[in-house]
């Protein structure tokens, strides 16, 4: 297939063009190389010429109307978002550009790129949108996410990426765009930006900085390696059944607090500190983020009934490669934090009318 994918200088993004490029797959990627986006994840793709690359921003809607009809693809995958919770508290106006005007812009081009189609290729076209499960908002001590629970976003970001939901729905019931979603629980794996929990971790301890964990630690999450969730939407792009959504999750829930501590259990073992002393005890308890949703767990029965995936990583054997993949590529890390993020705390401020 010649598929369009969005976001692939970011973490899945990248991951998913390294897959989809093994499989066989024709990808132009395109990104608008936001701080998030690192093109040395995808650099050795774009020199071999196993992929296309196109610096944009899904918020010219003229030139990714252009790079559609250009490209002309049979698929869009799009993950390109703003995709942190804490930053979208200090500045939500870039996620309401990339998460939603980006996402109209990216399915009107769609829209008006099958419509130069023949009927049975317009009907074979396939625009897969790859969101979050941070849409449905906190669960209590028990129950999970199913493809009905009412959304009931909390987050800026999470309030855009359910907008931009709606609207892929939308454009599927009103336009007969053959749209799929998914919803997704929390990704790990290598390539991930430090300042998301599992590499803040890493490299906190790394630099013997004290380990950040929000409020009481006992916030909820469903981890799934970026592999898993890579294999779940190519399944759902090729055999998803167009208007449908699938949720996607590791089955794998642990409390911060559980997670921090095993990855600290795991440097130990793997860059034990000359001392002897455990990382563990650079954990350090901090205010709690705003809204801080509790618990999330996610009910992926539908994808693994109806399409056959499964995840393939357990929590154990996934965070191990995780952690050794960040000892191992420092260089990768290092030029990212050279940068603008120096693993600072975001998401304490309150938005202001500028943004
Ligand atoms: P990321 O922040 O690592 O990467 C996002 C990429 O999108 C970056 O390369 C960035 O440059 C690009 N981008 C941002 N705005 C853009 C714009 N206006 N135009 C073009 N490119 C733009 O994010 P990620 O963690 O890889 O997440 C990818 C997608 O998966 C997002 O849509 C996110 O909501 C979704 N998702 C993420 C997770 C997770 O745990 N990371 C879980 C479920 C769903």
């Known amino acids: 297939m010649k598929v369009l994918l969005t976001g692939g200088a970011g973490f899945i993004g990248s991951n998913l063009t390294r897959s989809m490029v093994l499989a066989g797959h024709n990808v132009l990627v395109i990104d608008k190389l936001t701080y998030a986006g690192n093109l040395s994840s995808i650099k050795d793709l774009i020199d071999a010429e196993k992929i296309d690359f196109s610096q944009l921003d899904l918020a010219d809607a003229s030139a990714i109307d252009d790079a559609m009809l250009q490209f002309a693809p049979n698929a869009v995958m799009h993950l390109a978002a703003e995709s942190h919770v804490d930053r979208s508290i200090d500045g939500p106006g870039e996620f309401i550009q990339s998460n939603i005007v980006g996402t109209f812009n990216l399915l009107q081009a769609s829209l008006k790129y099958t419509h130069t189609l023949s009927a049975a290729s317009a009907k074979a076209f396939r625009f897969l949108h790859v969101s979050t499960d941070e849409v ?86 469903d981890w799934l390696h970026v592999e898993d969730h890579c294999a779940a939407l190519k399944t759902a792009l090729c055999h998803g059944t167009p208007g449908e959504t699938y949720n996607i999750g590791g089955n794998n829930e642990m409390q911060n607090i559980e997670l921090v501590s095993q990855i600290c259990d795991l440097l130990d073992e793997l860059q034990p500190n000359v001392d002897g002393r455990s990382y563990a005890n650079l954990i350090t ?9 509790r618990r999330y767990a996610i009910d992926s029965s539908k994808i693994q009934s109806e399409l056959g995936w499964r995840p393939q990583h357990d929590r154990q054997s996934g965070l191990r490669q995780t952690v050794r993949w960040y000892l191992d590529n420092q260089a990768w890390w290092q030029s990212v934090l050279d940068q603008s993020y120096q693993l600072q705390r975001l998401g304490k401020a309150q938005a202001v009318a500028a943004n």
């Open 285 to 293: 308890f901090v205010a709690d983020r705003p809204g801080h949703d």
């Open 136 to 221: 449905y908002g906190s669960l209590g001590e028990t129950g999970a996410f199913t493809e009905l629970t009412r959304y009931s976003p909390h987050s800026p970001y999470s309030a855009t990426k359910a907008a931009s939901d709606h609207l892929a729905r939308a454009w599927h019931d009103t336009y007969g765009l053959p749209v799929v979603v998914t919803n997704c629980s929390n990704n790990y794996g290598p390539y991930q930006f430090p300042e998301k929990l599992i590499p803040v971790v890493i490299l906190k301890a790394l630099r013997r900085e004290p380990i950040p964990i929000y409020g009481d630690g006992l916030n909820v999450r």
